[in-house]
């Protein structure tokens, strides 16, 4: 079963608009931790913002915030005021705490692309 | 404080010859995880490292495919006899420990080029 889902294929936003790109994540622990890399067309995987399940909170970076619904388990990203360089492919990640097996690895999803119009 | 450093960033190997990729963690980072990225795809998991310990290799092949992290110097991910499939972007993270909020830090990756 797939752990990190993101449906989204591609989207487009105009410059300074705000952009939800979706995040949906399957797991039985009680103790994960979610994050977002962007990745330009450069190949380097940078690191975005996390959020972990326990935090009541949800997570903001600057113009990057994550909208964290636990019942729903779904962990999307919002981008407020979309600028030009923010166009590249963006990773959904889920670290898992597993009590039976299994290590605590960085699982990814398929990503999506944005495109920032001017 | 450096970050992830991979080497090379680039590597064109033909088939049936070995590729060696390299890894130098950032400073401090006991934990090494190597992922693999095929063209339009996401980052799929092949292996978990501590100093000399492999603790998770549930993503690597069975055959060709084999890595190390020695007390010292880089973690190398080695693929032997390489096909054209093998040919795809190989990243390499490291973490200072393992915690909900460890953030992994990225290298920049080796693109490997199989003719």
């Known amino acids: 079963a797939q752990k990190i889902t993101q449906t989204q294929p591609g989207m487009f936003v105009q410059e300074k608009e705000a952009v939800t790109l979706d995040c949906t994540y399957d797991?039985?622990?009680?103790?994960?931790?979610l994050f977002w890399y962007k990745q330009p067309s450069s190949g380097e995987m940078i690191f975005l913002i996390y959020?972990?399940?326990?935090?009541?909170q949800n997570a903001t970076e600057g113009r990057y915030s994550l909208n964290f619904q636990k019942a729903r388990k779904s962990a999307n990203l919002v981008i407020s005021a979309s600028q030009l360089g923010d166009s590249a492919m963006y990773f959904c990640?889920?670290?898992?705490?597993?009590?039976?097996?299994?290590?605590?690895?960085?699982?990814f999803g398929k990503g999506m692309k944005l495109t920032v119009n001017p | 404080n450096a970050g992830v450093m991979q080497n090379p960033r680039h590597l064109v190997r033909r088939r049936g010859q070995e590729a060696r990729l390299r890894c130098s963690p950032m400073?401090?980072?006991?934990?090494v995880y190597w992922y693999r990225q095929l063209p339009e795809e996401g980052l799929k998991f092949m292996v978990y490292?501590?100093?000399?310990?492999?603790?998770?290799e549930s993503g690597m092949p069975k055959e060709r495919f084999s890595a190390e992290f020695p007390k010292e110097g880089p973690s190398i991910l080695r693929i032997q006899q390489v096909v054209r499939g093998d040919s795809a972007a190989y990243f390499c993270?490291?973490?200072?420990?393992?915690?909900?909020?460890?953030?992994?830090?990225f290298g920049q990756g080796t693109r490997l080029t199989v003719v």
């Open positions: 993270a490291s973490s200072p420990g393992v915690g909900m909020n460890t953030e992994a830090f």
């Open positions: 797991t039985s622990d009680q103790s994960y931790g």
């Open positions: 959020q972990g399940s326990y935090d009541e």
């Open positions: 990640a889920m670290r898992e705490f597993p009590s039976e097996g299994g290590s605590e690895k960085l699982v």
């Open positions: 400073k401090g980072h006991s934990h």
């Open positions: 490292l501590q100093k000399e310990n492999i603790i998770d």
